[in-house]
C-alpha cells in the first residue's frame, strides 16, 4: 500500500511539472525574461546580466562538486579511523556550504519574486519622469 502511495505522488509531481512545460511552450513566459522585459534593460545591460550569472553558476557548481569530493574523502578518513582527518575536511565541507547559503537573493526559486518586485521598485526610483 505504501509502494502505491508514493507511485502515487511520483505521478503527480510529474504531472505538475509536465503542467509547466505546457504553459511555457503556450506563450508564457519564463520569469527572469518577464522580469528583465518589464525593467526594459538595455542589450548592454542584458549581457552584463547573463555574464554576471554565468559566473555565479559556475562558482556554485564548482564548490558543490568540492563538497561532493570532500565527502568521498570523509569516507576514506573514516574506514581509515583518522578522526583529525574527518573532523578538518567536515569543517571544510561546513565552509563550502556557507559560501553556497550566503549566494545572492534571486537565484533560487522561494526569493525570485521579492527580487523582481524589488528591481522594478529600484528601476522606476531610477527613471526620469
Not at 522585459?37 to 550569472?53: C, I, S
Amino acid at each position: 500500500m505504501a509502494v502505491t502511495m508514493l507511485m502515487a505522488q511520483k505521478a503527480d509531481r510529474a504531472m505538475k511539472h509536465d503542467h509547466g512545460k505546457m504553459q511555457m511552450q503556450q506563450g508564457g513566459m519564463h520569469p527572469m525574461a518577464a522580469c528583465m522585459e518589464e525593467l526594459k534593460l538595455t542589450d548592454a545591460q542584458k549581457m552584463k546580466f547573463h555574464e554576471a550569472r554565468a559566473a555565479f553558476q559556475k562558482q556554485e557548481n564548482t564548490l558543490t562538486a568540492e563538497i561532493k569530493n570532500l565527502r568521498l574523502d570523509i569516507a576514506e578518513a573514516m574506514k581509515a579511523e583518522n578522526i583529525k582527518r574527518v573532523k578538518e575536511l567536515n569543517q571544510q565541507i561546513s565552509a563550502k556550504e556557507l559560501q553556497l547559503k550566503k549566494r545572492p537573493r534571486g537565484y533560487d526559486g522561494r526569493s525570485h519574486e521579492r527580487t523582481h518586485q524589488r528591481a522594478k521598485r529600484n528601476h522606476e526610483k531610477n527613471t526620469c519622469p
